[in-house]
């Protein structure tokens, strides 16, 4: 199959299978008269897999691990499993940074729902801000 068609099945553009086989997740056959490059069945399941683990937040570099260890009949298992654990880990420390930030930006529009604009005077920029103790 042709990349828009593969493109199709996987319900991608044409341009994320481009990108995937110059990544060199993808390695379709080209037909030497015309250059065009087709893919076949094991393609797309391998396109599906890309698609499964960048979902789960899984990088191309780490992608192109699991599926070189899988294709030297190595489990890449345990590798997915430790890479999933480093993503839960930092999406949690993400997730406490934006609930710290969360309730500063709260904390600040209740502060400023009872104060007036501030003209510039050279000196200040906002006083809104300015208004704010830091650290917040």
């Known amino acids: 199959m042709k990349v828009s068609e ?3 099945r996987a319900g991608v553009t ?4 481009r990108y995937y086989t110059r990544s060199g997740l993808l390695e379709p056959k080209q037909q030497s008269q ?3 490059r087709y893919y076949n069945d094991n393609d797309l399941a391998r ?3 890309v ?3 960048r979902i789960l937040g899984f990088g191309l570099n780490e992608i192109a691990e699991i599926l070189g260890m899988s294709q030297h009949g190595h489990s890449p298992c345990p ?3 430790e890479i999933l654990e480093e993503r839960l880990q930092d999406t949690r420390q993400k997730l406490k940074e934006l609930r710290s930030l969360q309730l500063s930006m709260e904390r600040a529009a209740k502060k400023w729902a009872e104060m007036p604009n501030g003209i510039p005077n050279g000196n200040a920029v906002c ?3 300015d208004a704010l103790i830091y650290p917040e």
């Not at 044409?14 to 299978?17: D, I, K, L």
């Open 34 to 36: 015309n250059g065009y």
């Open 79 to 81: 590798r997915v499993r």
């Open 6 to 8: 593969l493109a199709k």
């Open 51 to 53: 698609r499964k683990a």
């Open 127 to 129: 006083n809104l801000i």
């Open 47 to 49: 396109l599906i897999f």
């Open 14 to 17: 044409a341009e994320t299978v």
